[in-house]
């Protein structure tokens, strides 16, 4: 349980300085026991204009494994591909309090690898 605190205190001494605008919205990361979960989204507007997560069928894998590395690249990959399709070419990255290493990083070289920036 203390991890979990430490992990919600990190996100919010990154929410104070991250906000997503309407020219370069946060691309938001969650990774939860089992799942991980990618959203683009306004704060401006409060809009969620791009999302991908492990709960989709055409990303689940039949294992219970989908909070891995290489579910994590799909992730990136996958949500960098639905945001170019919305021409959302830069974002600011929001790790969500956990550490740049892993899932997140993999997540995130996926999405600077489908042509996002950040």
Known sequence: MATINRTKIRHKRIRRRVFGTPERPRL??????????????????????????????????????????QRAEKIGALVAE????????????????????????ALADAARGGGLEF
């Not at 306004?42 to 204009?49: E, M, P, S, V, Y």
Request: proline residues 0%.
């Open 28 to 69: 938001a990361v969650h990774f939860s026991g089992q799942h991980i979960y990618a959203q683009v989204i306004d704060d401006a507007a409060g809009r969620t204009l791009a999302a991908a997560s492990t709960l989709e069928t055409s990303v689940k894998g039949k294992g219970r494994a989908n909070a891995n590395i």
């Open 82 to 105: 639905r945001s170019l399709q919305k021409n959302i070419k830069t974002v600011v990255f929001d790790r969500g309090g956990f550490s740049y290493h892993g899932k997140v990083k």
